[in-house]
């Protein structure tokens, strides 16, 4: 036998399987929309779910944590509290240093503290950030998102920018006037008005519901803080790729830490690890639905392919009286079964390469979608997907693979079949 | 002439639960070439487990059958359908054409299966057997598109297509009319003249019996009458 007569023989046995997995239409393309339905969601939601990924770490990086975030090691201890201690002794020397790196293009340094602000009739606790509003539009993007004065028009007065939502919680407008209580260094209660001057409508949910923002040279005297600076925010150079700027953050960090053994140094890839922990584990879920969904359509497939063959139980006797082997017919079976499955996953990968189109292009309005329900996640307003071209490899071959085993019990069934039986059967 | 088959004490036994059922009982038999056989007998007597057996598609539980002298007893599965595939066709009562495939598809299925030919030589063959049958012009319909004489024909041309050493048809006539009964029977014993191909077939219809040349009666599981007739 050469290669030719042998591939004449398949596309025959290839003609008869894929002419008979249309013979039943409606059969056929109930299992296909099933499959199709659930990969090509699949290959949506993987690509929202890496928008996901994508848009919390930019806007940690580009709204709440910065590329590189430089604490002492006793501060990060404490972090959660919030000290007014433990500050970056030499905050000169470390920038210093990070000069040297071209990819380093600014710094900021950073100071943050809990308040209680209030309209004169109820308080909200706040986490407020005091900073030093030129170098801080160097490291950060705030100022994209702001609506109003930029807190450096307003010199050393008493003035303040708020979460959009926030500020929406407590009946603040642009102008009004807020009390804002604190602890200072020296732990006694002090209280001051602030007007507010900015509100910050940002992708990023904690910003907009409970963030304020005030001058260093406010908190000075309000805090006590005798030029105490617990945090250094750092700018790098934008990369495209999302993997190369966690690469550069990553260095950055270890040389910081290498050369401050005292300072504790963060890439936003560590400081998201949580968020991105979360984010896996909705993947998981995710999958799961997904994979439940892959099921039923391999339970359809495997139902198309036993309903094939109890419908056609003579033609099998038939080819084999012609010679096939019960080898050729589970073949013959199994080549229906991946033929539905690769029409499945191809209306699946058309079905998920559309919705990804509109993730991509139009985005997920996830502000309408969640309303005021904070997931605890920097992410916000339009959430936008993103391709992942592997994965839709993968789910194809998934797809093809599940329509395979699904296949495999009826296509054995079939070629266990006794050839006189089949015959005979009427 | 020499024979092309022979059968030697041939048992064949079933099993019904608890009871065995005898379907052949040491049936001894010799077919030549080129030979135009009917096998009759009354219902359950034995003739479609014989011509089963025949066709290699039942193992005898005793006896020996030799295609060519070659006995065929200790052969697997798999050795059994190659065999099949190259020297046995088959003709069914109910024709049995693959429904999704067009008369010229289902005629080349055999030499498909059999990857002997090229594909433009299997062409070839297909079209000149169904000009032999009478189907010239039908090549591109599909069997649900065709009478039942018509779907018989084709079931001739497909099993003569491989130039088998013998063809075997069980009831090839029951689902026809006497008229297309009679030209069916008519069409094989003209291709058994011009081909020389030898046939078995089985029957309850006189007057395919009476077109025979060879009539062997078969009554519980044994050969009961073995009558040759002149042209």
Redesign the interface.
């Given at each position: 036998?050469n290669t030719?007569?042998?591939r004449?023989?398949w596309s025959?046995l290839a003609?008869?399987a894929w002419?008979?997995v249309w013979?039943h239409g409606k059969r056929t393309a109930l299992t296909v929309i099933t499959m199709a339905f659930g990969l090509g969601l699949y290959i949506g939601m993987d690509s929202i779910l890496k928008g996901m990924d994508r848009m919390g770490l930019e806007n940690m990086m580009e709204l709440s944590d910065s590329s590189v975030k430089i604490t002492t090691r006793t501060y990060d201890e404490e972090s959660q509290s919030l000290p007014l201690d433990y500050g970056i002794p030499d905050v000169g020397a470390v920038e210093a240093l990070l000069k040297k790196d071209p990819r380093v293009l600014g710094t900021a340094p950073r100071l943050r503290f809990v308040g209680q602000l209030s309209n004169g009739k109820d308080s909200l606790p706040v986490q407020l950030i005091a900073i030093d509003p030129e170098r801080d539009d160097q490291v950060f993007s705030l100022a994209k998102y702001r609506i109003g004065t930029a807190l450096t028009v307003h010199g050393d007065e008493p003035v303040i920018m708020l979460g959009k939502k926030l500020a929406a919680e407590l009946g603040l407008e642009l102008g009004s006037w807020v009390t804002l209580s604190a602890r200072t260094r020296y732990d006694s209660q002090n209280a001051q008005d602030f007007q507010v001057v900015a509100l910050l409508d940002t992708p990023d949910p904690t910003i907009n519901n409970g963030n304020g923002y005030i001058s260093f040279s406010a908190a000075e005297p309000f805090l006590d803080l005798e030029g105490l600076r617990t945090e250094l925010a750092v700018r790098m150079e934008k990369r495209i790729n999302l993997k190369d700027a966690m690469k550069d953050s990553d260095e950055v960090a270890a040389l910081v830490n290498a050369n401050f053994p005292e300072l504790s140094a963060k890439s936003f890839g560590e400081i998201g690890r949580q968020f991105l922990e979360l984010s896996k584990a909705k993947s998981k879920g995710a999958g799961m639905i997904i994979f439940i969904m892959m099921i039923i359509a391999g339970v359809g497939i495997a139902n198309t392919v036993l309903m094939s063959v109890y419908s056609r139980i003579?033609?099998i006797?038939?080819?084999?009286?012609?010679?096939?082997?019960?080898?050729d017919i589970r073949r013959l079976f199994l080549l229906e079964g991946g033929l539905i499955g690769l029409v499945g996953s191809l209306a699946g990968l058309l079905f998920g390469i559309m919705l990804d189109a509109y993730f991509i292009f139009w985005g997920m309005p996830l502000d309408a979608m969640m309303g005021n329900i904070d997931m605890g996640l920097p992410v916000g307003g339009n959430l936008y997907g993103e391709w992942n071209p592997d994965q839709m490899v993968v789910a194809v071959i998934i797809g093809i693979l599940i329509a395979l085993y699904a296949s495999r019990s009826p296509a054995k069934r079939a070629g266990k079949l006794e050839?006189?039986n089949a015959?005979?059967f009427v | 002439m020499s024979a092309i088959l022979e059968l030697e004490g041939i048992t064949r036994i079933y099993k019904k639960g608890e009871s065995e059922v005898h379907a052949l009982d040491g049936v001894n038999l010799s077919i030549e070439k080129g030979e135009f056989t009917a096998i009759v007998g009354p219902s359950g007597s034995g003739k479609t487990t014989l011509l089963n057996i025949i066709g290699c598609l039942d193992t005898p539980t005793a006896g020996i059958v030799r295609y060519n002298g070659t006995p065929l007893g200790t052969m697997k599965e798999d050795e059994r359908a190659a065999y099949r595939k190259k020297h046995i066709s088959f003709i069914f009562q109910s024709y049995n054409l693959i429904p999704v495939l067009t008369v010229r598809e289902n005629v080349e299925l055999p030499l498909v299966i059999e990857r002997r030919l090229s594909k433009a030589e299997i062409r070839k063959k297909a079209e000149e057997v169904l000009a032999a049958v009478g189907l010239k012009g039908l090549e591109d319909r599909f069997p649900r598109e065709l009478s039942g004489g018509q779907e018989q024909r084709v079931a001739i041309a497909r099993a003569l297509v491989k130039d088998p050493y013998i063809v075997l048809a069980d009831e090839p006539t029951a689902n026809l009319d006497s008229h297309m009964a009679e030209e069916i029977v008519d069409l094989m014993r003209d291709i058994n003249k011009k081909l020389n191909a030898t046939f078995i077939f089985s029957t309850h219809d006189a007057l395919v019996q009476h077109q025979a040349r060879r009539v062997i009666t078969i009554r519980d599981g044994a050969i009961n009458l073995d009558e040759r007739r002149g042209e």
């Open positions: 036998m030719h007569e042998g004449t023989a025959t003609t008869i002419r008979n013979r003579r033609e006797g038939v080819l084999r009286a012609f010679g096939l082997t019960a080898k050839v006189t015959l005979r | -």
